[in-house]
């Protein structure tokens, strides 16, 4: 239905109506529009729920990993697991500790360096589940307003050219035209401030729980070098110096 139609005077303005009545063009900017905001939303829920396990998981690891329990003991009991957050990251590191001590490691240096690499890695697979699907919602929040302006341009444009053609520009005639191309702004701008907000306060705790368990990586990469300098120190000299 083109505005010509809709511009007749009593035309309905609910919202539904002007949907109904909008020009191909502008409908199929709402309903992307629509469809980024529906999935910008299910995002926003699935990483609350996400984030709200991971602290659970990092509180946890933490007092089991701080209770005194031996690490040999706390790695057989995870090794098997599938582990996030800190316990990935200390998996990873116990796993190149025992292949290192069973291929009979000389070098503490090369050690130390293996296991830190380990981590590191762990740590990146790790960050970058918290940050999946984040640059959607920057995208959503930055090109979002944009597609809403261009449906609203378009609209305008095409109520001007039905405005032209009644050669009428009686207030029942234009308002239901313009009122149905702003509704593809209002559509862009419901899409993209929640997925501003959320891109900014997810980012944030994503950064947060990386440098949480950054720091568990410095202080477990401190122990293990600490240990390390012990077996080496238990070892025979001849045997160190080789």
Known sequence: MDTVTLA????EL????????????????????LAASVWTWAIIVDKLVAFARMRSS?????????????????????AE?????????????????????ERGARSPIALQSRIDKAMDLALSRESE??????????TVGSAAPFIGLFGTVVGIMTSFQA???SKSTNL???APGIAEALLATAFGLLAAIPAVVAYNKLSSDAGKLTLRMEGFSDEFSAILSRQIDEKVAQQPQHQRAA
């Open 8 to 11: 007749a005077p009593g035309g």
């Open 14 to 33: 609910s919202l539904w109506s002007l949907f109904w009545q909008a020009g191909w063009v502008v409908k199929l900017v709402m309903i992307g529009l």
């Open 58 to 78: 990092l509180d946890r690891f933490e007092q089991v990993f701080w209770s005194g329990q031996p690490l040999d003991e706390l790695y057989r009991t995870l």
């Open 81 to 101: 697991r599938n582990n996030t957050g800190m316990g990935a990251i200390f998996v990873a590191a116990m796993r190149e500790w025992k292949k290192s001590f």
């Open 129 to 138: 589940k918290l940050e999946g699907r984040l640059g959607f919602l920057a």
């Open 163 to 165: 405005i032209a053609g």
């Open 172 to 174: 029942a005639v234009v």
